[in-house]
């Protein structure tokens, strides 16, 4: 399996795990994209020093992914089971991700956020797929 999927696949689940069990603090109902995208972008706030433009900016970025990535998960995103496919657009959407957030963060803020992403799927058993 690619790296990249396996690091995507390693972040899809924390964030299933993450927000399924703080879902009590929603009134027990999955969190919205809005709210998905806002708890993300707060994270990065606190990982790279992020200015409030900054801020506002990757909040979007966030929410558009979390909204791509609910239509994709929900009716196995009309690709009838298509993994390879699922791959293979999951690959391009990180990567589109990746170059939107380069665009907005320094150079330093970007690696310290990928240093903290790496960090976090190591944790998580990114390497054992």
């Excluded at 990065?44 to 992914?65: G, H, N, P, R, W």
Aim: hydrophobic share 35%.
């Amino acid at each position: 399996m690619n790296k990249l999927f396996k690091w995507f696949v390693v972040g899809a689940m924390l964030l299933v795990g993450a927000f399924t069990s703080n879902a009590q603090g929603f009134g027990g109902q999955m969190p919205s994209a809005d709210e998905i995208a806002k708890m993300r972008a707060d994270q990065m706030k606190e990982t790279v020093s992020l200015t409030d433009d900054q801020y506002a900016k990757v909040t979007v970025i966030f929410k558009e992914e979390m909204e791509a990535m609910q239509k994709m998960f929900e009716g196995g995103g009309g690709m009838g089971g298509d993994f390879e496919q699922m791959r293979k657009d999951m690959e391009k959407r990180q990567e589109e991700q990746n170059k939107k957030l380069k665009e907005i963060l320094t150079e330093d803020q970007f690696n310290k956020w990928q240093k903290q992403q790496e960090e976090m799927r190591a944790q998580f058993g990114g390497g054992g797929f």
